[in-house]
T-cell receptor
């Protein structure tokens, strides 16, 4: 089993749709969780950290399910500009080593 | 200049060449990182420097040699590379270690090894 696993997609959705991505992780001792966004031919940028209680930032909601070892990202009212690859990142261990997922590709269509 | 800058943005080199990648961060961060991003693979962390000291080397072949002269600059020296080393090399920095804090990435160097 991969340490961090994501469905690579692509997810093709119309503008205004709600879309959700999951990311599973194998290390039950993982401590920190993040979603990064990477536009085509650009560098990754932090979208949001994922807190145990879940957190929301505008149209984006992130949740953590420790029992099932996955995190999720929900995007409401999708915009064309949301088209990107969404990278799940998990850290674990004393040195908080970061493990990156392969990413989920989202294309929002007019 | 703001954020994290990387030069060159594109590099084509032969297997016998020696070249260096440069990264500079203007954010006052103390931790810097080199990553490799290949098609169809997750980001691979190569090296971590914290306050100029190397704290992580993820079994990277010796043909990649990092150098961190100060907290703002990071180099990756390349020699006798292989075609499979062709990839996007990303530099990042963070205020404190990345497992706790946001990483800021540079635009990357697109490397092609012939």
């Amino acid at each position: 089993r991969k340490e961090v696993e994501q469905d690579p997609g692509p997810f093709n959705v119309p503008e205004g749709a709600t879309v959700a991505f999951n990311c599973t992780y194998s290390n039950s001792a993982s401590q920190s969780f993040f979603w990064y966004r990477q536009d085509c031919r650009k560098e990754p940028k932090l979208l949001m950290s994922v807190y145990s209680s879940g957190n929301e930032d505008g149209r984006f909601t992130a949740q953590l399910n420790r029992a099932s070892q996955y995190i999720s990202l929900l995007i409401r009212d999708s915009k064309l500009s949301d088209s990107a690859t969404y990278l799940c990142v998990v850290s674990a261990g004393n040195n908080r080593k970061l493990i990156w997922g392969l990413g989920t590709s989202l294309a929002v269509n007019p | 200049e703001t954020g994290v800058t990387q030069t060159p943005r594109h590099l084509v080199m032969g297997m016998t060449n020696k070249k260096s990648l440069k990264c500079e961060q203007h954010l006052g961060h103390n931790a810097m990182y080199w990553y490799k991003q290949s098609a169809k693979k997750p980001l691979e962390l190569m090296f971590v420097y914290n306050f100029k000291e190397q704290t992580e080397n993820n079994s990277v072949p010796s043909r990649f040699s990092p150098e961190c002269p100060n907290s703002s600059h990071l180099f990756l020296h390349l020699h006798t590379l292989q075609p499979e080393d062709s990839a996007l090399y990303l530099c990042a920095s963070s205020d404190g270690l990345a497992g706790y804090n946001e990483q800021f990435f540079g635009p990357g160097t697109r490397l092609t090894v012939l």
